[in-house]
């Protein structure tokens, strides 16, 4: 996101909500396994409807772009990202937020960025800026 410190741990400039509240454990191949459901049952609606102030979300992963985008999300996580200008650029509904889905950040995905490199080239410096943006306020 290109922020520092002060700005990533500054709770009035930056809210970080997981799709699941709890580690959900390994699969066999020692992977994370799904979030649970139940907590984003429980929380996510309520803790956004707590914030109307949001302006962006940043839909990291396959769970949350589902959550977040619902039938607008593409087929697989690759078609998802790449049409992230248009999602970027949506008139969101009365107070929802703008959202940008990213990949999740994990050493899993490095072939897939490498496979991808208009992410690095075309979406993160339009992250960068707009979370310079929000967050400078």
């Not at 459901?37 to 940043?58: G, I, N, Y």
């Not at 772009?65 to 999300?73: D, E, M, N």
């Not at 496979?115 to 993160?124: G, M, Q, R, T």
Request: glycine content about 8%; overall charge positive; charged content about 25%.
């Amino acid at each position: 996101m290109g922020i520092g410190e002060d700005v990533f741990y500054d709770a009035d400039r930056l809210a970080i909500i997981p799709m699941g509240f709890c580690f959900p454990g390994l699969d066999a191949k020692g992977g994370d396994l799904p979030p649970r459901s139940e907590c984003r049952k429980t929380w996510h609606d309520k803790l956004f409807a707590a914030m109307p102030q949001l302006e962006l979300v940043l839909v990291i992963g396959q769970y949350a772009q589902a959550y977040h985008l619902g039938s607008r999300r593409g087929k697989t996580l690759t078609e998802t990202v790449s049409r992230w200008n248009s999602y970027l650029e949506e008139m969101p509904g009365k107070d929802q937020p703008k959202v940008l889905p990213l990949p999740h950040p994990s050493w899993r995905n490095n072939t897939w960025l490498k496979k991808n490199p208009w992410f690095d080239k075309d979406l993160v410096p339009v992250l960068r800026s707009e979370v310079a943006r929000l967050t400078s306020r």
